[in-house]
């Protein structure tokens, strides 16, 4: 949603889920290089495989991502 770009792709919903499940999240400098590093954190954390690791709700309207963007308005 920040730069019109998915993180995993392919060319069925099957291909898609498989990247999901194999594929490490990355921010390429040419799509990402405007995106500020907490918002590239926020993402991570959001899109971990790992469920124990993933933010949950609560830790995603905590993160300091919001409240950076909130100042900048």
Known sequence: MLV???P???????????AMLRANLR?????????SPAAKDLLRRM???????KFSIEQVLR???FS????SE
């Open 63 to 65: 993160h300091p991502w």
């Open 4 to 6: 019109v770009f998915v």
């Open 27 to 35: 921010f390429p400098t040419r799509v990402f290089c405007s995106i």
């Open 68 to 71: 950076v963007a909130e100042q």
């Open 47 to 53: 899109l971990c495989k790992e469920l124990s690791r």
């Open 8 to 18: 995993f792709w392919g060319d069925s919903p099957t291909e898609i889920f498989e």
